[in-house]
């Protein structure tokens, strides 16, 4: 009988057995194997790069940073009569990179419904009608110049309030 298709001409599918002829539970390992790899095997690698790779480098750059700022803020603690606390400025800050690393990596390189959200968003990013340079120019110029007419005409409204109010004495500039 074929396990794999299913295939056995109306044979009953037998369960593995082990060595006293008990059914087998499927271990930690081979449910891995079936569902696709272990930790450290990045789920559809070609897909999403440049989303993963631009969040990556973001998240990369926070994580760093929290790290050189635990580091600054563990300084309080360290004394020189106590040598431990040098071990506790250097290891919180190396812990927070290691743990907010793993974790950072297993967001963009192994939960399948993050990872799927990125190559969605990539797709999408590709789909949209970017505007040329030209475009772009025009529009800002419109943008400027609508900003500076607004301004000046709300400046003259304000330049009339202001001697209206002081026309009836409300004003005492």
Not at 15 to 40: M, N, V
Not at 93 to 112: D, Q, T
Request: charged share 20%; aromatic share 16%.
């Amino acid at each position: 009988m074929d396990l794999a298709t299913g295939a056995g001409g109306g044979e009953e599918r037998r369960a593995e057995r082990s060595q006293d002829g008990q059914p087998r539970a499927a271990g930690y390992a081979e449910k891995a194997a079936a569902k696709g790899g272990g930790f450290f095997e990045v789920y559809k690698p070609g897909q999403g790069y440049y989303t993963r790779l631009g969040s990556g480098v973001f998240f990369g750059v926070l994580i760093l940073w929290g790290a050189q700022f635990a580091f600054e803020q563990m300084a309080m603690f360290q004394n020189d009569q106590k040598p431990w606390t040098l071990y506790l400025r250097y290891g919180v800050p190396v812990g927070i990179l290691v743990v907010f690393g793993l974790l950072l990596y297993w967001i963009l390189c192994v939960n399948r419904r993050a990872v799927d959200f990125f190559i969605a968003t990539e797709g999408e990013m590709k789909k949209v009608s970017w505007s040329s340079r030209r475009e772009v120019i025009g529009s800002t110029k419109v943008v400027i110049g609508t900003v500076i007419i607004l301004g000046t005409a709300l400046f003259l409204v304000d330049l009339a309030f202001l001697e209206f109010f002081r026309w009836i004495h409300v004003l005492k500039v």
